[in-house]
Structures are given as structure tokens and as C-alpha cells.
């Protein structure tokens, strides 16, 4: 990961060291009257203005992941024998049945409290108001009939979930043993199956690994620059084909701290990194891309209407910078200006100062 605006401010002042001896000999006197040969090779160029961004570029990987990027797993609370598991790969909604214990299915349902109880009528808590919601999105019940109190398991949630086993093809028995159902935040696309078909289920193991269905960019930055980005930067996504894609910096995850062994010496180094989290405006436009390697352009500063010059024009001068302009008459002057936001692509900058739009500078032939 590099700042390419840091890079360009150290273009500018290399420039400015090979420029600046040249015109560092002109007098206060001269400068004042200005003078029509500097006695160096130069051309000209025209402040302009116009819209200008800064970006930052970094290699990513285009992969399935959810939020913050772990993966969900998918806790067992049945027992018996696995008699059908999914294959990695496979997307389950709300109501679907994940895999079979001894023939009985075990559901996907929607929320953030695992499994940890049997419900019955008569319960209260968060996992009841999960179920209500649940039993309220698939059709079997009516949010009126629960409008009032969610998190209670009332005779309606009991009738609902009757109706939800009756459609299973299971005992109607209007209450959810622990191993019936597993709740996770989403729609999930499994990745990983720990279980083999044949073997004995263990509440409380880990069958599986799955991912919200959707992609996302995960970039890792150096975290001496995450005051660079922030949630919203848009970004430009360039694919493994060469095709390139807009994306949204959706989260950033904690910093995390790496290390490496230098084989030579014996020692070791670390760094920490921030990971970045992207959403593409259109998933269509990688549908069949996962774990695909990819570059990234994140726009972390734009401005409208700005005074743009070649960055080769700053003049390193003690205190800031300046820009040397060409009056209509070829008279040359130093005018002190102040940097605002580099264009890394377009190797230009944003200048604020006694200047405007139109007037000729002189950058050097180098």
C-alpha cells in the first residue's frame, strides 16, 4: 500500500531542488520588477480549473465475506447421525433447511441470539422476539398477531410455528427444540463443511463455515495511513480481466499486527495493517469471481472548482512553495501559494494564492 500523494510531494520537491538554484539567485529587486529570461530551460503551462481528486491504490482480494470479515459458524445443537450436508458453495435463505440430523432438518432462521434454549409457549427473551420476526417474514403469522409484546412466545407464535412444522413435513408439536433451527444475521453462502455425512452429530461443535451471500473487496492498509480513508471513499475496483467496477468503502475492521522473519539475520520485523472492507455498486459485474486478486483506486479527497497546476511547477522556497508566472508582457514573478489536494494520476495539484485561472506558469525541461 502506497500514498501516492506523499510520493508526488516528494516529486515536487525533487523538481523544486534542480529549479529553485536557478531562481533563488534573483534578487528581492528583481523579483519585484520581474525579470523576461532566467537563464534555464523551461516551457510554459496554464493554471487551470476544474474538479480533482487524490486516491490511493492498493492490490485486494474479491472474495464472499460477511461484515467485518469473519466467518459465520454454524453451531450443532441436534444429536444424532449427519444424513445431509450442504456442498460449499450453496446459498440458504430464511426457512431453508441446512443439513438433516437423522433425517430431521435443522432450519436457517434469521438473528443475532444463538440457539441456547428449547422455545414453548409461554417463553419471553430476545430469541422469542427472533422467532416472532421470523415466523412474521415467512407468512405464518401476521404481525398483528404479535404486534404488543414480540418477545413473548403467545398462543399465536405456538399456532405459527405449528403451521412452519406442518409445512416441514415434521410432528406440529408448536414449540423449537435447541436443535431445530440455527440463527445467523442472513442469507449465507456456505464455505467450509467440518461434518461427514455418516458421523455423529455433537451439540455444541461447529458443522460448518458460511459467509453472507454477497462479495466484497478486502484490502489490507498500512495503519500508520487509515486517517487517510473513511467510510463512503468511492473506489475503482479493476478486475482480474482488466475491467473496472465502482465500489464503496463500506467497513473497516481492527487493526491487526503481522510479523516476518528476515532468514539472513535471524530477526524478526512486524507491522500492523487496517483492513478495509469494499462493496461493489454492481455484484453482477463479478458474479463468478471468489478469492480473485484485484487493485483498487480509493478516492480520498476531491475537490470542484480548484486552481490546478503540473506539480512540476512548485518551487520549494523557504517557508512553502511558489509558482513562477509569465505576465502578457513575458515578465516572470514568484508567487507564494499554499497545496491543497494532489491528482497522483494526472501528476497535478490543487494552489491557492495571488493567482487565477488562465495565467501562464513556467515548468522546467527536464
Given at each position: 500500500?502506497?500514498?501516492?500523494?506523499?510520493?508526488?510531494?516528494?516529486?515536487?520537491?525533487?523538481?523544486?531542488?534542480?529549479?529553485?538554484?536557478?531562481?533563488?539567485?534573483?534578487?528581492?529587486?528583481?523579483?519585484?520588477?520581474?525579470?523576461?529570461?532566467?537563464?534555464?530551460?523551461?516551457?510554459?503551462?496554464?493554471?487551470?480549473?476544474?474538479?480533482?481528486?487524490?486516491?490511493?491504490?492498493?492490490?485486494?482480494?474479491?472474495?464472499?465475506?460477511?461484515?467485518?470479515?469473519?466467518?459465520?459458524?454454524?453451531?450443532?445443537?441436534?444429536?444424532?447421525?449427519?444424513?445431509?450436508?450442504?456442498?460449499?458453495?450453496?446459498?440458504?435463505?430464511?426457512?431453508?433447511?441446512?443439513?438433516?440430523?437423522?433425517?430431521?432438518?435443522?432450519?436457517?432462521?434469521?438473528?443475532?441470539?444463538?440457539?441456547?434454549?428449547s422455545l414453548s409457549e409461554g417463553d419471553r427473551g430476545p430469541d422469542?422476539?427472533?422467532?416472532?420476526?421470523?415466523?412474521?417474514?415467512?407468512?405464518?403469522?401476521?404481525?398483528?398477531?404479535?404486534?404488543?409484546?414480540?418477545?413473548?412466545?403467545?398462543?399465536?407464535?405456538?399456532?405459527?410455528?405449528?403451521?412452519?412444522?406442518?409445512?416441514?413435513?415434521?410432528?406440529?408439536?408448536?414449540?423449537?427444540t435447541e436443535g431445530q433451527a440455527v440463527f445467523l444475521p442472513g442469507?449465507?453462502?456456505?464455505?467450509?463443511?467440518?461434518?461427514?455425512?455418516?458421523?455423529?452429530?455433537?451439540?455444541?461443535?461447529?458443522?460448518?463455515?458460511?459467509?453472507?451471500?454477497?462479495?466484497?473487496?478486502?484490502?489490507?492498509?498500512?495503519?500508520?495511513?487509515?486517517?487517510?480513508?473513511?467510510?463512503?471513499?468511492?473506489?475503482?475496483?479493476?478486475?482480474?480481466?482488466?475491467?473496472?467496477?465502482?465500489?464503496?468503502?463500506?467497513?473497516?475492521?481492527?487493526?491487526?499486527?503481522?510479523?516476518?522473519?528476515?532468514?539472513?539475520?535471524?530477526?524478526?520485523?512486524?507491522?500492523?495493517?487496517?483492513?478495509?472492507?469494499?462493496?461493489?455498486?454492481?455484484?453482477?459485474?463479478?458474479?463468478?469471481?471468489?478469492?480473485?486478486?484485484?487493485?483498487?483506486?480509493?478516492?480520498?479527497?476531491a475537490v470542484r472548482h480548484a486552481l490546478i497546476v503540473p506539480i512540476?511547477?512548485?518551487?520549494?522556497?523557504?517557508?512553502?512553495?511558489?509558482?513562477?508566472?509569465?505576465?502578457?508582457?513575458?515578465?516572470?514573478?514568484?508567487?507564494?501559494?499554499?497545496?491543497?489536494?494532489?491528482?497522483?494520476?494526472?501528476?497535478?495539484?490543487?494552489?491557492?494564492?495571488?493567482?487565477?485561472?488562465?495565467?501562464?506558469?513556467?515548468?522546467?525541461?527536464?
Amino acid at each position: 500500500m502506497k500514498r501516492k500523494a506523499r510520493l508526488l510531494v516528494g516529486a515536487a520537491v525533487l523538481v523544486a531542488v534542480i529549479v529553485v538554484g536557478a531562481v533563488a539567485v534573483m534578487s528581492s529587486a528583481k523579483q519585484a520588477a520581474g525579470v523576461s529570461d532566467n537563464g534555464y530551460l523551461t516551457s510554459t503551462a496554464t493554471i487551470g480549473e476544474g474538479s480533482l481528486s487524490s486516491q490511493i491504490s492498493a492490490d485486494g482480494t474479491l472474495q464472499y465475506t460477511t461484515p467485518g470479515g469473519s466467518s459465520y459458524s454454524v453451531i450443532d445443537q441436534a444429536a444424532g447421525t449427519f444424513s445431509r450436508l450442504p456442498r460449499a458453495g450453496e446459498v440458504f435463505s430464511r426457512g431453508e433447511v441446512l443439513y438433516r440430523v437423522s433425517n430431521d432438518p435443522v432450519i436457517l432462521l434469521y438473528g443475532n441470539t444463538p440457539v441456547y434454549r428449547s422455545l414453548s409457549e409461554g417463553d419471553r427473551g430476545p430469541d422469542v422476539r427472533e422467532l416472532n420476526e421470523n415466523l412474521v417474514a415467512l407468512g405464518y403469522a401476521t404481525s398483528s398477531e404479535v404486534e404488543g409484546d414480540w418477545s413473548y412466545f403467545s398462543a399465536e407464535t405456538k399456532a405459527a410455528l405449528e403451521r412452519l412444522q406442518h409445512h416441514l413435513g415434521e410432528e406440529e408439536t408448536g414449540s423449537l427444540t435447541e436443535g431445530q433451527a440455527v440463527f445467523l444475521p442472513g442469507q449465507v453462502r456456505i464455505g467450509t463443511v467440518n461434518a461427514t455425512l455418516g458421523t455423529s452429530a455433537r451439540p455444541g461443535a461447529a458443522v460448518m463455515q458460511a459467509t453472507s451471500n454477497s462479495q466484497q473487496v478486502v484490502v489490507n492498509l498500512d495503519a500508520s495511513e487509515q486517517s487517510e480513508v473513511k467510510v463512503g471513499d468511492d473506489v475503482q475496483v479493476t478486475l482480474p480481466d482488466g475491467q473496472t467496477t465502482p465500489g464503496v468503502l463500506s467497513s473497516t475492521g481492527t487493526v491487526l499486527a503481522s510479523s516476518s522473519a528476515n532468514s539472513s539475520s535471524g530477526s524478526g520485523s512486524s507491522s500492523t495493517t487496517l483492513p478495509l472492507y469494499i462493496t461493489l455498486e454492481h455484484p453482477r459485474a463479478a458474479a463468478e469471481l471468489d478469492q480473485a486478486p484485484v487493485t483498487v483506486e480509493i478516492t480520498t479527497a476531491a475537490v470542484r472548482h480548484a486552481l490546478i497546476v503540473p506539480i512540476d511547477a512548485l518551487l520549494a522556497l523557504s517557508g512553502g512553495y511558489a509558482v513562477e508566472t509569465v505576465g502578457a508582457d513575458g515578465v516572470h514573478k514568484l508567487v507564494a501559494v499554499s497545496l491543497g489536494t494532489f491528482d497522483d494520476a494526472a501528476g497535478t495539484v490543487q494552489i491557492t494564492g495571488d493567482v487565477r485561472a488562465g495565467e501562464r506558469i513556467v515548468v522546467p525541461d527536464i
